[in-house]
């Protein structure tokens, strides 16, 4: 009987542990699942609530029933890993041996990193939508406002869905134009990044985009602190930036236990894996899925679904002692809100940038252009999260791997080094 | 993409000014690179920056983010943008003669 412990029950943790039940019978494995609470939060829904589209408990569900009858689950935090014994340990004194250990415990806003962050304003304006609390805090603040300067800031990279923030700031442009104060609104939007976003090519369309609807982009500014009392954001290098509301994206860790688990996490607490198979660095019967994986992709839910099919494969090979071969290729597939009911989708992959075209295929939705098909996917992606993707069901038309029929493939695939 | 002479050696710099091969970089190299950004000789406290970051790549495949040097390094980073007022992980890159740090994705 082959042991094998998850780590985290949200999106990565639950699809995987779904898809081992389906191929292990009980008898073969005992699949346990461990998560500190029982809230599976659709994360993805955090991005409307500032806007009054939704509640927190709209895109909240019980963990426990997002699993498989046949999966464990477990409500206890975890203090470690210990790699050496192969065991976990709970803060309630439990102990879990394993065979088989999937790290999937996303990653957590590390508020503390940044001067000032939390200090005065916080929470009155100075504001995150990356957790549900702030998310609602920040609907009031914006229904209360009526003018004035509004920050969005990424302190720093790697944060979970990199195009949440340009998302805010295009719904937030179409939410102000809708109430009819747009023009007495200034929107900024500031990132430590040299252009509005990760991959060149997205990041100059997505720069126009900004500068279309009037949104100045600051780059390469490194948030040192923020005065709430002053209504400022100062870098390292001393810039300032003035504002009325600012909306921050705070730096993120792993989960607090990867810090005390010898050898298991990198510097910020990520779990170092190859990015081909999902294997730990440090043992090989650890793999790591999601946000909680150190890797060369973006931590989107798209990414946690296409790894967890490559994850259970190569589960399957090191169990029965064959060589892992089964390759993830860093595929992401992101829906990006452009506000008026339309929406963009980018699909790109470790060595692919994203293109123009469409997806799946060359008849399918388009790939970065403003849609509202695009925005009708995003919507419904929500119904399929919950009823296909967590119980581990092929999404149809998607595939673990990039797609590249439909792309436009106009200059030689080149590997881009410097971002 | 261009080609130059940096401490006697012919090298070539991407269109950023990063050193394409990483293993032609030699100390006296260093000193010329830094001049080029405006740094007229390094301090010793400099130098441990450089040193970390080259050990890094060459241990990781890529140098550390300004955050992870700020944790790992023994500098603050506060320091480090004393130390290299243009960015600390850029700036220090480019001296020890590595690929700008990815970043991420």
């Known amino acids: ?419 | 993409m261009t080609t130059t002479t940096l401490a006697g050696i012919n090298v070539e710099l991407n269109d950023e000014g990063f050193l394409v091969d990483p293993s032609q970089w030699t100390d006296a190299m260093a000193a010329e690179l830094a001049r080029k950004e405006g740094i007229e000789s390094l301090t010793e406290r400099q130098w441990q920056v450089i040193n970390f970051m080259r050990t890094q790549y060459l241990a990781k495949g890529t140098g550390p983010s300004v955050r992870v040097l700020g944790k790992t390094s023994g500098v603050s980073i506060k320091e480090l943008y004393q130390l290299f007022p243009k960015g600390p992980a850029k700036t220090a890159a480019k001296i020890a003669g590595i690929p700008k740090p990815k970043g991420c994705i």
């Open chain 1, 1 to 419: 009987m082959h042991r094998i412990v998850i780590l985290g029950g949200g999106t990565g943790g639950t699809l995987a542990a779904n898809r081992l039940r389906k191929v292990y019978r009980p008898d073969q494995a005992d699949i346990t699942v461990v998560d500190q609470d029982d809230r599976h939060l659709y994360q993805p829904g955090l991005l409307f609530i500032p806007f009054g589209v939704g509640s927190t408990q709209d895109i909240t569900r019980p963990r426990g029933e997002q699993l498989h009858p046949g999966v464990n689950y477990v409500t206890t935090a975890i203090e470690k890993v210990e790699l050496e014994s192969n065991t976990v340990r709970l803060v309630d004194g439990t102990n879990l041996a394993y065979d088989v250990l999937v790290v999937a415990t996303g990653a957590v806003l590390s508020t503390n990193e940044t001067e000032g962050l939390t200090d005065a304003g916080w929470m009155e304006k100075v504001f995150t939508f990356y957790t549900p609390k702030g998310a609602t805090a920040l609907a009031r603040a914006l229904g209360e406002f009526t003018g004035g300067r509004i920050v969005v800031n990424i302190v720093d990279m790697p944060i979970k869905c990199p195009v949440a923030p340009l998302e805010f700031c295009f719904l937030a442009d179409s939410y102000f134009k809708k109430r009819g104060i747009r023009d007495r609104v200034e929107l900024t939007y500031v990132t430590p990044l040299d252009g509005a976003f990760t991959k060149p090519v997205c990041s100059e369309q997505l720069g126009g985009m900004l500068a279309d609807r009037g949104i100045t982009l600051v780059t390469e500014f490194n948030t040192g602190s923020v005065d709430g009392a002053k209504g400022r954001l100062i870098a390292y290098d001393e810039r300032e930036i003035p504002f009325d509301l600012a909306v921050i994206i705070p730096v993120h860790s792993g989960a607090p236990y990867v810090f005390n688990s010898e050898g298991l996490g990198d510097e910020l607490g990520f779990i170092p894996v190859d990015e081909h198979t999902l294997q730990s660095k440090a043992s090989p019967n650890v793999f790591a899925l999601g946000d909680a994986a150190a890797l060369p992709a973006s931590k989107a839910g798209s990414v946690a679904h296409f790894e967890g099919e490559v994850l259970v494969d190569n589960i399957q090979h090191f169990l029965d002692e064959r060589n892992l071969d089964a390759s993830f290729d860093g595929h992401v597939n992101c829906f990006i809100e452009s506000g008026s009911s339309k929406a963009l989708l980018i699909d790109f992959n470790y060595e692919t940038e994203p293109l123009t075209g469409h997806f799946p295929g060359p008849v399918g939705l388009p790939l970065m252009k403003e849609s509202h098909l695009n925005h009708l996917g995003k919507l419904a992606f929500q119904w399929m999260y919950w009823h296909s993707l967590l119980p581990g069901r092929d999404l149809p038309f998607v595939t673990s791997h990039m797609p590249r029929a439909g792309k436009h493939f106009v200059a030689p695939v080149k590997k881009e080094h410097s971002r």
